[in-house]
């Protein structure tokens, strides 16, 4: 039996040498109140050994019980200080919290959202432009036929009037194909010198894959006055994309066919999404087709009441969409109207100093 209580005080012993050092390391209630539940708790080290007092031979439960309970008492003491400096550390740092807390200061707005990708490329967009001088104009979606195809030097026979590419409306009117319209009511109620952006939503029939809709976002400009040439489009299409993108891009200048502008050019970004090696994207080309252009026709000018002898004039039509999915490596368009970008926009991206607070 001397054996027997030596063995047990040399476990309690040890216990409560460990239990010291969980106690010292417990830092809340919750956490010091687990120590003691493996402890002294009915299933604990402890706890187990005082319901075990009972299968000692009678002779030995005395010496045992004693030993147990006296070490239950000494536990309860570890378990009572540590309690005390917990709740006393609490209080001090409640103390402090609220003699730091000035109830004069403004409170924190709670966070009510984060830009569309879309919208925060175009606030960029319209932040270059208003800087260099530009006004921002609007115009309806549901256009006419005059404002939409005629006035911007279309004919009626021209593949773009065809039902493939637009939508028509049984009123007669369609869902416009572009912002141009809004360039055409801009001269006529400005007159020159003229300097014009038109954002808004587009509306083309046309097959949806990686880097097409039927409903995307566009931003179109236009600059008239005198002796403005081929020269100084490209330095501001430039200066566009380096401004967005936080660094000089890789274009090209090919030729392209528009009707209100001659000549006219098709602008191409390296591919942001794949670095130019060739993607769905870009249709393995390395290039995407971003800013058609070119120096305005002589006829749209005369639709919108100015002189072409006199004024010259270049404009672009740039995609929103598709620039911000170069933006913010988005691979596919038709996850913009979805709704649902948390998984391809990651949120240390959607930053920049350009960004206009939701108020």
């Not at 006199?310 to 709704?339: P, Q």
């Amino acid at each position: 039996m001397a054996v027997e209580l030596e063995t047990l005080e040399t476990e309690i012993e040890s216990l409560e040498a460990e239990t010291l050092r969980a106690v010292a390391e417990a830092t809340t209630l919750d956490a010091l109140r687990s120590v003691e539940s493996r402890v002294t708790g009915r299933n604990g080290t402890l706890g187990s050994r005082l319901q075990s007092i009972k299968d000692y031979p009678p002779a030995q439960r005395g010496q045992v019980g004693q030993l147990l309970n006296h070490a239950k008492m000494r536990f309860a003491k570890i378990f009572a200080d540590a309690a005390d400096r917990i709740r006393a550390s609490e209080a001090a740092n409640e103390a402090h919290r609220a003699s730091s807390f000035d109830p004069t200061l403004p409170g924190v707005r709670p966070a009510l959202g984060s830009l569309h990708p879309v919208t925060h490329v175009q606030w960029q967009v319209e932040d270059v432009f208003q800087r260099l001088g530009f006004i921002i104009e609007t115009g309806p979606e549901m256009e006419t036929e005059y404002y939409n195809f005629e006035a911007l030097n279309i004919p009626a026979l021209h593949p773009a009037r065809d039902m493939q590419d637009t939508f028509w409306l049984n009123n007669g009117m369609l869902l416009r194909t572009h912002t141009s319209p809004v360039q055409v009511r801009a001269m006529q109620r400005h007159g020159p010198p003229l300097r014009v952006l038109a954002p808004g939503r587009c509306f083309r029939y046309e097959t949806v894959d990686a880097s097409h809709e039927n409903t995307f976002h566009q931003v179109e400009g236009l600059m008239i006055d005198r002796h403005i040439s081929i020269a100084n489009l490209i330095a501001m299409m430039k200066l566009l994309l380096r401004e967005v993108f936080g660094r000089d891009v890789r274009v090209r200048l090919r030729p392209g066919y528009f009707p209100f502008v001659e000549p006219g050019f098709e602008l191409d970004m390296n591919c942001a999404i794949c670095d130019g090696t060739g993607c769905a994207t870009c249709k393995q080309s390395g290039w995407l087709e971003i800013l058609p252009c070119g120096m305005v026709h002589p006829n749209v000018l005369r639709y919108g009441k100015i002189d072409p002898n006199e004024y010259t004039g270049f404009a672009f039509g740039l995609g929103l969409t598709r620039l911000a999915m170069m933006k913010f490596g988005i691979g596919d368009i038709r996850v913009l109207n979805r709704g649902d970008v948390r998984a391809i926009v990651s949120p240390e991206r959607l930053t920049g100093p350009t960004i206009k607070s939701v108020d």
